[in-house]
């Protein structure tokens, strides 16, 4: 396992994520409230691009007629078929035991870190005054 | 196959009102009146989906020399209480009084109907049971009539007809879920139409045999509405009972039930867990007929199901559905046969399960010496 140098920490604003491949694999990373998080980029229902899914929240009711939006910008809306998915687990909430998305490390280390390895930065440059995201695979 | 032992429920069993004649003893002075002045008591006023004359309205060797099929007291008790064993048999009266127009009129027709069944048939044999009729065009009349009726614990669900003004889950109709939820009573819901809406999604069709085929599909619409509707969750103590629906649709239904809740549910956030599951506890469906060709196949549809609680028997007296005593059908498990004919049936009606339970207690205090 390597670890890979993907973006600049200040590329994916919260509430947003930015879509990198690594080692030919589709990886989304996600940025929820200052938190980063890397999922596959492929619904594990019928393979949809989750990049491109829409990022809300989690609609809960007490009861017919009663609507909560909770936890905004924590959840994940596959494009394809409108699953949700928590970005913080990659967990469905239709199936969650068996239906989630996979998940990869990722942290944010600063440049002069990353200068020295071991990381593989392949094509990306890197300057130490910068933090960077950094994907295990 | 015949029945293997005494003690079956029979959860859907049709006496009929002989004539609107025979309901004017239990109407009041002013609606006795009124339907003479208008020769409205020399009307049938029987549905069209359940007309009497047609082949598919009786069995020929259960149609009684005169009068409508179902309405011979003592045929009725020698070919279906005594013939199948029974130890309860729930009476559903299919009456046109739920298509009236008038809404007091339909009122006042249900509850003469009501009396009569209590009367004529409920009096006369205790193992008969009743189902509430009621006018569906106007909730209020409704649960006045169930809150009339719920002291007669003889009456053990309430009655509706498939196809009416609207689907059935919408909230204007939770009043009588919450009356029926209260006393005890499962809804019941008869294939038939009140013929307010076209049978199909895009109008009118030409044949009666349209008319009978397409009530599996109402029966599906009408576990949609009160799923989506959120009725199981507003009134977890509710049943709903489907009287000669059919249930060989289930496999699919559920399924796709499932599978579009997992991309749609945001809409309807209160089914808080997989449809199938919801609809596997609350809905039940009685046995005849049985629209699967073997015991092979139909075992395999149960096992798609994932349930053996969810049928319960049913003779449909005096419909045609099957042959001689042959009210089974053959290649079911002994257990799933005892879940049918009996724990089913208990399980669905309260008001059965504490009158088998009195029934038992009395039995085995008088066996003490």
């Known amino acids: 396992m390597s670890r890979y140098v993907v973006?600049?920490?200040?590329?994916?604003?919260?509430g947003t994520s930015k879509l990198v491949t690594v080692k030919g694999r589709e990886i989304g990373i996600f940025n929820v409230q200052g938190a980063y998080y890397a999922l596959a980029n492929t619904c594990p229902h019928e393979g949809g691009s989750l990049c491109e899914g829409r990022i809300t929240g989690l609609v809960q009711s007490d009861g017919p007629g009663q609507y909560k939006l909770l936890r905004k910008g924590e959840f994940l809306?596959?494009?394809?078929?409108?699953?949700?998915?928590?970005?913080?687990?990659?967990?469905?909430?239709?199936d969650p035991t068996?239906?989630?998305?996979?998940?990869?490390?990722?942290?944010?280390?600063?440049?002069?870190?990353?200068?020295?390895?071991?990381y593989v930065a392949e094509s990306f440059p890197v300057s130490v005054e910068e933090e960077y995201l950094v994907v295990e695979v | 196959m015949k029945l293997p032992y005494h003690g079956a429920i029979d959860c859907d069993l049709h006496p009929a009102v002989p004539s609107t004649k025979a309901l004017v003893p239990y109407l009041d002075d002013f609606w006795q009146d009124?339907?003479?002045?208008?020769?409205?008591?020399?009307?049938?006023?029987?549905?069209?989906?359940?007309?009497?004359?047609?082949?598919?309205?009786?069995?020929?060797?259960w149609r009684p020399a005169q009068g409508l099929p179902g309405s011979d007291f003592e045929l009725l008790r020698k070919q279906a209480l005594d013939g199948f064993g029974l130890r309860y048999a729930i009476c559903n009266v299919l009456h046109g009084a739920v298509a009236l127009f008038n809404v007091d009129m339909a009122a006042a027709l249900c509850t003469a109907v009501n009396r009569y069944v209590a009367k004529e048939w409920l009096d006369r044999d205790p193992r008969l049971r009743g189902s509430i009729l009621v006018p569906p065009q106007n909730v209020d009349l409704a649960v006045a009539e169930i809150e009339r009726c719920a002291g007669d614990k003889r009456f053990v669900q309430v009655m509706f007809l498939v196809m009416g003004d609207a689907p059935l889950g919408q909230r204007r109709y939770w009043p009588i879920f919450q009356a029926a939820e209260k006393h005890g009573l499962p809804i019941g819901v008869h294939a038939g139409s009140s013929f307010r809406q076209a049978p199909t999604g895009s109008g009118w069709p030409s044949y009666h045999l349209e008319d009978y085929l397409l009530q599996a599909p109402a029966f599906e619409d009408l576990i949609v509405s009160f799923l989506t509707e959120g009725v199981f969750q507003k009134f977890p103590g509710l049943k709903l009972v489907l009287a000669e629906s059919g249930f060989t649709f289930l496999p699919t239904l559920l399924w796709r039930n499932n599978k579009v809740w997992r991309g749609a549910r945001t809409e309807v956030p209160w089914i808080d867990r997989p449809p199938a599951?919801?609809?596997?506890?609350?809905?039940?469906f009685t046995l005849q007929p049985v629209d699967a060709p073997d015991g092979k196949m139909l075992n395999r549809i149960f096992e798609h199901v994932g349930s053996d609680k969810l049928v319960l028997f049913s003779t449909d007296y005096p419909h045609p559905h099957f042959e001689g005593d042959d009210a089974l059908p053959d290649g079911l498990s002994d257990d799933m046969i005892r879940r049918i004919l009996i724990d089913n049936p208990l399980e669905t009606y309260p008001r059965l399960r504490d009158a088998a339970g009195a029934a038992n207690a009395q039995m085995n205090k008088e066996a003490v010496p």
């Open chain 1, 77 to 94: 809306r596959c494009p394809f078929h409108g699953w949700e998915f928590e970005v913080a687990t990659g967990q469905s909430y239709c």
């Open chain 2, 34 to 61: 009124h339907l003479a002045n208008r020769h409205i008591d020399r009307f049938g006023l029987t549905l069209s989906s359940n007309a009497p004359g047609l082949p598919i309205s009786a069995r020929e060797d």
């Open chain 1, 7 to 14: 973006a600049k920490a200040g590329e994916v604003a919260p």
């Open chain 2, 277 to 284: 599951d919801i609809i596997r506890d609350h809905v039940r």
């Open chain 1, 98 to 118: 068996s239906m989630r998305i996979r998940q990869f490390n990722v942290e944010v280390a600063p440049g002069e870190d990353v200068v020295k390895g071991p």
